[in-house]
């Protein structure tokens, strides 16, 4: 199982990045993937998520409106588009894998079975 993640950059204020995560070995179709984020000095949270077979999603509170998850399973990548992004976004982006996430996708971290290493994200202000 591999996830590769790319997109991060530095920004400024109102600013936009797309994030992706491309998966190798393992059936994405049926498995959810989410979003994190890492601050210097903060816990890990969640950002979205996006389970495998219905597609569903799930969006942090504090990010609804300005980021939107989706999906290419032909392609094996699923993407972060974030807008309107602000400094308090700045942190290590990554994506994780639920190999059990059919119809079901959780922002909790520890239900994530693998990780990709995360990406740079700084918002200037």
């Known amino acids: 199982v591999q996830l590769q993640v790319s997109g991060g950059g530095l920004v400024q204020t109102g600013g936009s990045l797309r994030l992706s995560c491309v998966a190798s070995?393992?059936?994405?179709?049926?498995?959810?993937i989410g979003w994190f984020r890492q601050a210097p000095g903060k816990e890990r949270e969640g950002v979205a998520c996006?389970?495998?077979?219905?597609?569903?999603?799930h969006y942090a509170e504090n990010m609804k409106g300005r980021v939107t998850i989706s999906r290419d399973d032909g392609k094996g990548t699923v993407y972060l588009q974030m807008n309107n992004l602000k400094p308090e976004d700045t942190a290590v982006y990554s994506c994780?894998?639920?190999?059990?996430?059919?119809?079901?996708?959780?922002?909790?971290?520890?239900?994530?079975?693998?990780w990709g290493k995360g990406t740079q994200v700084t918002v200037s202000s």
């Open positions: 994780a894998t639920d190999l059990q996430g059919l119809n079901y996708c959780s922002e909790v971290d520890y239900e994530y079975d693998y």
């Open positions: 996006s389970s495998g077979g219905d597609g569903s999603t």
């Open positions: 070995g393992f059936t994405l179709e049926v498995s959810a």
